[in-house]
């Protein structure tokens, strides 16, 4: 869940992180965590079992989708998805070493906003809107959007803003991640009005980028392409269709790419001249990728849309695989699980070893409150990718059974998924709650601070790791973790002192 939050370096703690700093380049970036939706207020007063399962459904929600509340013009969220990642990564990754860059440090993430934008931010992140994927036609669109996304990194576009301002846009991103950390940790509230914040912060901090900008990114975004030799095309069509769109819908130019990327007859002329010319343009799309694409843009769509928007645009007679994938997302935010597990049966039938497919159908029964059947698909799904972010799903699972004997489990499969992606905080929480339930309650103290000071909540991560360095043996790996944060968190607390 933390993959975003890479400023912050393993073995350091939020405070410490670089400076954050933001441009904007709307053109106008999950495994999205299926989830009933979510819609705050009233929870139904169930009992025993059926609130555990309405607890971890919930919380399952927010591992993935972080709700953004500020005001509802800018509620967004950030989209977790670990087929969605991948295949960003893979789709990425030519373009950034192009670039001359190394792909680990690059990531390409996704927000839920309909809006059809993509910008840069917090250095090498590249965030594209759900609207954007959903209006692309092809793999290879989305590539030319990253391209140009990627020259403005390169072209170092980055404004530097006053102290104050970056401190702001700090909070930002960061925000995004320890907003959803309050949640877990059971102030809702709380939670969102740190989210909020950070991101009326940003939103209101993004600059456009000039016209020079613009053209050099878009030089620099094609060079990348010809580099990997993938064609223009798609840029060159999904510019257009940006423009066409902005002409036919007259989009405010205070809230359209248009603003930020001014989008000119011109700049898609310039374009246009570079890319026939390049040996890649005839190249045709990577049958491979655009099979992945169309699958992760039929998950993205019937998990952010309207289920009867999806059920309108994948109807029951398309028997396709992103048509059966969009329609599980459907009937199971409709809350039909039965319906849900049909398209995941007839996904699993196509392809019985596809871990996503495997990860979908244990999320349905997990969150359908059948974790204990939930088990043995999401095992198969960690299995087969070891990715975190299925890791700690399976570990909600295990949890959920309330079944001691699946506690060892949970602990191993969530210490894997803790040291491949440290800054997750919903995992440090269930880590708590496995270690607590086992009765080690040093350990259970050391993931409460390690929780705590990702959030930036600093005496309270003082206070548990106190409270764990107590119990746990000095020397060992976690007593020297424990004391990490707690210099850390002390440190972080007298700065704060000195400042008011
Ligand atoms: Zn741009």
């Not at 902005?246 to 990327?261: K, M, V, W």
């Not at 039909?336 to 196509?350: C, F, M, N």
């Amino acid at each position: 869940m933390a993959a975003y939050v890479r400023p912050i370096k393993a073995g350091s703690l939020a405070h410490e992180q670089a400076p954050l700093l933001i441009r904007s380049c709307p053109v106008g970036s999950g495994v999205f965590r299926l989830a009933r939706r979510f819609t705050g207020g009233s929870w139904p007063a169930w009992h025993g079992r059926r609130v555990m399962v309405r607890l971890i459904r919930w919380l399952a929600l927010l591992l993935g989708v972080f709700m953004l509340m500020a005001r509802p013009a800018l509620a967004q969220s950030i989209l977790r998805d670990a087929e969605t990642e991948a295949f960003m990564a893979d789709m990425s990754a030519p373009l950034v070493k192009a670039a001359g860059m190394a792909p680990r440090n690059v990531q390409v993430l996704v927000i839920n906003d309909p809006e059809i934008n993509a910008f840069v931010a917090g250095g090498q992140y590249v965030w594209v809107h759900s609207g954007l994927i959903a209006q692309a036609d092809n793999v290879n669109q989305l590539q030319g959007v990253v391209a140009h996304e990627l020259g403005h990194i390169e072209g170092g576009h980055i404004v530097r803003f006053g102290e104050g301002i970056r401190e702001a846009t700090g909070v930002t991103l960061l925000s995004l991640v320890l907003g959803a950390a309050a949640i877990a940790a059971g102030g809702a509230e709380a939670g969102m009005g740190i989210m909020g914040l950070g991101q009326q912060a940003a939103m209101s901090k993004f600059l456009a980028f000039s016209r020079g900008q613009e053209s050099s990114a878009d030089l620099a975004g094609a060079r990348y392409l010809s580099t990997a030799g993938i064609s223009g095309r798609g840029s060159l069509e999904f510019f257009k269709k940006l423009q066409n769109q902005e002409y036919r819908l007259a989009i405010p130019q205070d809230n359209s790419y248009g603003r930020t990327h001014p989008l000119s007859g011109e700049r898609i002329n310039v374009l246009r001249e570079v890319y026939t010319v390049d040996p890649a343009w005839d190249k045709p799309v990577d049958k491979a990728l655009e099979a992945r694409f169309e699958r992760i843009k039929a998950k993205l769509v019937g998990f952010v849309s309207e289920p009867t928007q999806t059920l309108i645009k994948y109807p029951e007679s398309d028997q396709s695989i992103p048509a059966h994938y969009a329609r599980a997302y459907a009937w199971h935010k409709s809350a039909y699980p039965q319906r849900a597990l049909h398209e995941a049966d007839a996904l699993l039938a196509a392809m019985p070893d596809d871990p996503y497919f495997l990860e979908l159908k244990g999320q349905i029964l997990l969150e359908s409150g059948r974790p204990k059947d939930a088990i043995a698909p999401l095992r198969e799904a960690v299995r087969l990718t070891n990715q975190p972010l299925i890791s700690v799903l399976l570990a909600h699972a295990l949890i959920a059974t309330e079944d001691e004997a699946n506690f060892a489990e949970a602990e191993q499969v969530l210490r894997l998924a803790v040291a491949r992606d440290r800054e997750n905080p919903f995992a440090w929480y269930q880590l708590g709650v496995v270690y607590e339930r086992r009765g080690d309650t040093p350990r259970a103290a050391l993931a409460t601070a390690e929780r705590y000071a990702m959030m930036g909540q600093h005496p309270m991560a003082l206070r548990s790791a106190d409270a764990a360095m107590q119990g746990l043996k000095p020397g060992t790996v976690d007593y020297l973790r424990a004391q990490d944060i707690a210099m850390v968190s002390r440190a972080a607390i007298e700065q704060q002192r000195k400042k008011r």
